[in-house]
């Protein structure tokens, strides 16, 4: 009888090893990395062993020989990180947070997402600090003094979109190649990135006038953090120039300023519905 269930948990041992070590290969299969692309071990292709090769020539006690197969284990595992795989071969789980971290973000991306943040983080501050404070707000008005409240700052938005066609314009003017218009001749650098300000400017002043009229809509008390909306709107189209032919990351900020509390003005809005 023991020799029996000593030999049925053997046979179920080895069937559960052949099994993960099947599963290990086909999740390994094809995607062995190349030695000469790691700045470990390129250019040492020939000289690198696998670590079974080592093993079965008994050269695990060379001093060399040691040190390129931890080379070798090493660029192996970089390899696996970069294709989203863990250290033995298997792939992580797909969630957001395993995204973060097996797709490494490039300088400016990083950058971007940092003033994105930054910009998020602000718009909290502010917006806070004029719901409690509540500055420029009348004590009492009614739907009509709301809506009239939020006519007179829009003009704030108004003039940025204002300053971008004028840019635009005049920058047509004093350039030769640019004064026939983009649909005579191809816009210079300067001309470009003033154009693409001025339609950034004209899709976020569209979303942000009527998120702000939603606002009063739904709730007339919501009044109280339009003055706190409009300055970060005006802020940050100001930053979104600025930076904007300084790159992403430059640009960034501004663009959050100018976007988060356009996003949180909608969503305060669709909640106050419900």
């Known amino acids: 009888m023991l ?3 000593t030999s049925t948990v053997s046979t179920i041992l080895s069937g559960a090893i052949r099994h993960w070590t099947s599963s290990a290969r086909l999740h390994t299969k094809g995607r062995r990395p190349d030695p000469d692309s790691s700045p470990l071990l390129r250019g040492k292709s020939n000289q690198v062993p696998r670590p079974m090769d080592v093993r079965r020539t008994g050269g695990m006690g060379n001093p060399e020989m040691g040190r390129l197969v931890q080379q070798y284990t090493s660029a192996q595992r970089h390899r696996l990180r970069q294709m989203g795989r863990g250290p033995w071969g298997f792939r992580k789980l797909d969630f957001f947070t395993g995204w973060i971290k097996t797709m490494p973000l490039s300088i400016k991306q990083d950058g971007t997402a940092k003033g994105m943040a930054a910009g998020g983080a602000i718009s909290i501050v502010v917006i806070a600090m004029q719901w409690y404070f509540k500055f420029f707000i009348p004590t ?12 007179k ?24 190649q640019d004064i026939d218009g983009s649909g ?5 650098r300067e001309v470009s990135i003033d154009r693409a300000v001025l ?12 998120s702000y009229f939603s606002l009063i809509a739904t709730r007339k008390e919501n009044l109280d953090i339009i003055p706190a909306l409009v300055f970060l709107f005006v802020v940050g189209r100001v ?6 032919s300084k790159g992403a990351s430059h640009r960034a900020c501004g663009f959050g300023l100018t976007f988060y509390p356009t996003v949180f003005s909608i969503l ?4 106050c519905l419900i």
């Open 3 to 5: 020799s029996a269930v």
């Open 140 to 151: 009492d008005f009614s739907y009509v003094d709301a809506v009239m409240f939020v006519c």
């Open 239 to 244: 930053l979104f120039w600025v930076g904007y």
């Open 199 to 210: 339609q950034n400017t004209l899709e976020q002043v569209i979303l942000a006038v009527g």
């Open 184 to 188: 005579l001749t191809a816009p210079t």
């Open 153 to 176: 700052w829009d003009s704030f938005c108004f003039l940025c979109l204002l300053a971008a066609i004028a840019r635009v314009a005049t920058a047509r003017f004093f350039s030769p």
């Open 268 to 271: 305060f809005s669709i909640l």
